[in-house]
């Protein structure tokens, strides 16, 4: 049936018409021609051949009005039903790649519930993989060729990944993420694609002049008959970010264990924010050592954290948790204030050092932060040594160098931390001011049984004295280690031949019999 007549207006005029059709039929029953001839007859002095002839033009008028009225009524239906038809697309469909969105995928897996209660159509009947791909870099490239740019990456990414498979099976669900849902694939034909649609994107994209590269993580699961297609695409998802966590430009399937992952995490989360909340995170303290005098010369502050049930969580893996989900802030706070109340306590020419995350260098606030639990310890800020990694600076290179400023105009020092792991060492030590490089320990570790990283190390050591900048290394477990460092001429040292990390409670002890140990020699 036409659109018209599921209409209301249709349904009226079929309802007029049918009424009319029964009323003539009526008539020329019961002969209402013949008494309406008479009629006209007998009263045609009083002009009702008149009437009857306007009664005709009325009705003839009336029945090309309602034509016209039909006809309008219809186009704007037609109208409207178009108008529907583009804001339906424009609601289910990225206006920037033109691709299906989330909102179209939920729209596909209720179409696949339906599927399933009714009867498995063919496409559903063949087994379903779906893929989900991110983008690695994104935001960096984002940095360097502007938003505009950004966005003509997308589109071409978009074109891509539609290249590879059909375009009504692709869905762009925000950001640089996408997904792809693909029928009757073979495991082979599945891990196959995922190395195309990683070599699709990667290839260089040619924009405003710029040769950008970006890479791709991708994870992907199959789809078991009577499951839910979304929990399908959340096992995807989670293999996604088990592969972006192993580097860029990895694929994986879901494995059961990632689950397990996932919701270790969930729980390590939920942990974090009460130990945040109640303080259980404490600094613990390492000892620097000055290696022309052999004495403390400052200790640095390591988060600790030991959960209710006495295990001890690595700081890398809650360090990292307080980055993602927002908790470093109140986390840096927490403990900075602490170490600074707790440095009172030592000589006053014992410095504190304190590291900075490069999450930490994006928040404008940094700097008031840091002064803020110097000022309410009442600790001097000559007193206090900033570690920033290099890692750290390459985010945004001209707030970093208004941080730095800032801290160093306020008497704070700056150490460069893990220094030769990062990006442009040289370039680092060019454009910002140190008081401290701090030699990575994967070189200490290595660099006595191995030439080319002792040419390394001393070629740092060298750099360190031309520029007038301390220098301290890192990782010394062993006295060779040591005495070659002193040979070299290096500042300081920190590792656990020197000394572990310890309680603030356990300093004075250990400060007092190292003083025991000088003085004996």
Same mark, same amino acid.
């Not at 034509?67 to 529907?84: G, Q, S």
């Not at 599945?190 to 990667?202: D, K, Y």
């Not at 994986?252 to 969930?266: G, I, P, Q, T, Y």
């Given at each position: 049936?036409?659109?018209?007549?599921?209409?209301?207006?249709?349904?009226?005029?079929?309802?007029?018409?049918? /009424?009319?059709?029964?009323?003539? %039929? %009526?008539?020329?029953?019961?002969?209402?021609?013949?008494?309406?001839?008479?009629?006209?007859?007998?009263?045609?002095?009083?002009?009702?051949?008149?009437? %009857?002839?306007?009664?005709?033009?009325?009705?003839?008028? &009336?029945?090309?009005?309602?034509?016209?009225?039909i006809t309008d009524l219809r186009k704007e239906?037609?109208? +409207?039903?178009?108008?529907?038809?583009?804001?339906?697309?424009?609601?289910?469909?990225?206006?920037?790649?033109?691709?299906?969105?989330?909102?179209?995928?939920?729209?596909?897996? /209720?179409?696949?519930?339906?599927?399933?209660?009714?009867?498995?159509?063919?496409?559903?009947?063949?087994?379903?993989?779906?893929?989900?791909?991110?983008?690695?870099?994104?935001?960096?490239?984002?940095?360097?060729?502007?938003?505009?740019?950004?966005?003509?990456?997308?589109?071409?990414?978009?074109?891509?990944?539609?290249a590879i498979g059909s375009a009504?099976?692709?869905?762009?669900?925000?950001?640089?993420?996408?997904?792809?849902?693909?029928?009757?694939?073979? &495991?082979?034909?599945?891990?196959?694609?995922?190395?195309?649609?990683?070599?699709?994107?990667? +290839?260089?994209?040619?924009?405003?002049?710029?040769?950008?590269?970006?890479?791709?993580?991708?994870?992907?699961?199959?789809?078991?008959?009577? @499951?839910?297609?979304?929990?399908?695409?959340?096992?995807?998802?989670?293999?996604?970010?088990?592969?972006?966590?192993?580097?860029?430009?990895?694929?994986?399937?879901?494995?059961?264990?990632?689950?397990?992952?996932?919701?270790?995490?969930?729980?390590?989360?939920?942990?974090?924010?009460?130990?945040?909340?109640?303080?259980?995170?404490?600094?613990?303290?390492?000892?620097?050592?000055?290696?022309?005098?052999?004495?403390?010369?400052?200790?640095?502050?390591?988060?600790?954290?030991?959960?209710?049930?006495?295990?001890?969580?690595?700081?890398?893996?809650?360090?990292?948790?307080?980055?993602?989900?927002?908790?470093?802030?109140?986390?840096? @706070?927490?403990?900075?204030?602490?170490?600074?109340?707790?440095?009172?306590?030592?000589?006053?020419?014992?410095?504190?050092?304190?590291?900075?995350?490069?999450?930490?260098?994006?928040?404008?606030?940094?700097?008031?932060?840091?002064?803020?639990?110097?000022?309410?310890?009442?600790?001097?800020?000559?007193?206090? @040594?900033?570690?920033?990694?290099?890692?750290?600076?390459?985010?945004?290179?001209?707030?970093?160098?208004?941080? /730095?400023? @800032?801290?160093?105009?306020?008497?704070?020092?700056?150490?460069?931390?893990?220094?030769?792991?990062?990006?442009?060492?040289?370039?680092?030590?060019?454009?910002?001011?140190?008081?401290?490089?701090?030699?990575?320990?994967?070189?200490?570790?290595?660099? +006595?049984?191995?030439?080319?990283?002792?040419?390394?190390?001393?070629?740092?050591?060298?750099?360190?004295?031309?520029?007038?900048?301390?220098?301290?290394?890192?990782?010394?477990?062993?006295?060779?280690?040591?005495?070659?460092?002193?040979?070299?001429?290096?500042?300081?040292?920190?590792?656990?031949?020197?000394?572990?990390?310890?309680?603030?409670?356990?300093?004075?002890?250990?400060?007092?019999? +190292?003083?025991?140990?000088?003085?004996?020699?």
């Amino acid at each position: 049936m036409p659109v018209f007549f599921r209409s209301r207006a249709g349904r009226q005029w079929l309802s007029l018409m049918a /009424l009319g059709a029964a009323l003539w %039929v %009526v008539g020329a029953v019961l002969q209402f021609g013949d008494l309406l001839a008479l009629f006209v007859q007998q009263f045609d002095s009083y002009g009702a051949d008149k009437l %009857v002839l306007a009664l005709a033009v009325a009705g003839t008028m &009336s029945f090309v009005y309602s034509v016209l009225r039909i006809t309008d009524l219809r186009k704007e239906m037609d109208l +409207r039903a178009k108008a529907e038809a583009k804001a339906d697309w424009t609601a289910t469909h990225d206006h920037l790649t033109k691709l299906p969105n989330r909102y179209a995928f939920e729209r596909a897996v /209720l179409l696949h519930r339906r599927a399933q209660i009714d009867a498995y159509s063919d496409e559903w009947e063949r087994n379903v993989s779906i893929f989900c791909v991110d983008l690695d870099g994104f935001k960096k490239v984002n940095d360097l060729i502007g938003h505009n740019g950004g966005d003509a990456l997308l589109v071409e990414v978009s074109k891509r990944i539609c290249a590879i498979g059909s375009a009504d099976s692709v869905y762009r669900f925000g950001g640089d993420e996408f997904i792809i849902v693909a029928t009757g694939l073979s &495991s082979q034909h599945e891990e196959r694609l995922s190395r195309l649609l990683i070599q699709a994107v990667t +290839r260089p994209i040619h924009i405003n002049g710029f040769a950008v590269e970006v890479g791709a993580s991708v994870g992907y699961d199959r789809w078991q008959q009577g @499951e839910r297609l979304e929990d399908t695409a959340h096992r995807a998802d989670l293999a996604m970010y088990e592969a972006k966590s192993r580097g860029p430009n990895n694929y994986l399937a879901f494995e059961a264990s990632m689950r397990d992952k996932v919701a270790l995490r969930a729980s390590l989360e939920a942990k974090l924010r009460v130990a945040i909340k109640n303080k259980a995170i404490r600094p613990f303290y390492q000892p620097l050592i000055d290696l022309k005098t052999d004495e403390v010369c400052g200790f640095e502050a390591l988060a600790r954290w030991t959960d209710d049930e006495g295990n001890s969580i690595p700081p890398a893996v809650f360090i990292g948790i307080a980055e993602e989900t927002g908790l470093i802030t109140v986390l840096f @706070e927490d403990l900075l204030s602490q170490a600074c109340n707790d440095a009172l306590d030592w000589d006053d020419h014992i410095t504190l050092s304190f590291n900075v995350s490069p999450v930490q260098m994006e928040d404008r606030l940094l700097t008031a932060r840091i002064f803020k639990a110097l000022t309410v310890n009442n600790l001097p800020a000559h007193r206090l @040594e900033i570690e920033i990694t290099e890692n750290a600076l390459i985010q945004d290179p001209a707030s970093a160098a208004a941080v /730095l400023d @800032e801290l160093h105009d306020a008497g704070v020092q700056i150490a460069l931390d893990d220094f030769g792991t990062g990006y442009s060492s040289l370039s680092q030590l060019a454009s910002y001011r140190f008081d401290k490089i701090k030699i990575d320990k994967s070189f200490i570790a290595t660099y +006595r049984d191995d030439e080319r990283q002792e040419k390394i190390v001393r070629a740092m050591l060298a750099l360190g004295v031309s520029l007038n900048i301390k220098t301290t290394a890192e990782g010394i477990e062993e006295p060779r280690q040591l005495n070659h460092l002193l040979e070299l001429g290096c500042d300081v040292g920190q590792g656990y031949f020197l000394g572990r990390p310890m309680p603030a409670a356990d300093i004075s002890a250990f400060l007092s019999q +190292r003083n025991a140990t000088l003085a004996a020699e």
